[in-house]
């Protein structure tokens, strides 16, 4: 119950960002570490183009959705900057990472979540994904115990899809 209030707030904190981060990001750009770099990728070596700043025992990790790249998040990242560690990555075959994977699947997109997850220390680890980037997000916190919350955005494919008995339970299990 804990991460899904905690899951409620960090969403609402994102809608306003949205409103008032470009006024936060001309005053804040030269108060915090941001940085760019490549990481090589587990899944298949490909380089994983990615920026990050801020500090703070929680990060939040951005993964954008289809057909856009890592500046979707920039109003965001300079948000959360001053309070969180915040990384955004390009996944790969968009923006600046690599265009050499051989396999595009979204088991491959969450193995590149967790490669960062790992080569950079990350710890409470929130995950915030953009319509393909939430599908990416949820399949990499399976198996990613750092992960302490997900939010989505523009994720709701089937709205009205009924969750039958042994989906409930499916969800709760993972919920705790």
Known sequence: MRNL???????????????????????????SY???QSLSSNFDQGMI????????????????????????WAEQEAFF???????????????????????YS???YAADVNTII???????????GH???????LEAALNQPKVIAMVGVDNFKEVGQVVDEQMQAEIDGFMG
């Open 49 to 72: 183009h990615l920026t990050q700043c801020g500090e703070g025992d929680t990060t939040l990790l951005f993964v954008h959705g289809w057909g856009i790249d890592a500046e979707y």
């Open 106 to 108: 979204i088991e491959a």
């Open 118 to 128: 790992e080569k950079l220390a990350l710890s409470n680890v929130i995950l915030i």
């Open 34 to 36: 941001s940085g760019e």
């Open 131 to 137: 319509s393909m980037g939430g599908d990416v997000v």
């Open 5 to 31: 209030t905690y899951l409620f707030i960090l969403c609402g904190l994102c809608l306003l960002a949205c409103s008032t981060g470009q006024q936060k990001q001309e005053a804040q750009a030269s108060d």
């Open 81 to 103: 900057c001053p309070d969180y560690r915040v990384v955004s990555m390009d996944m790969m075959g968009f923006g600046k990472s690599g265009k050499e994977r051989e396999a």
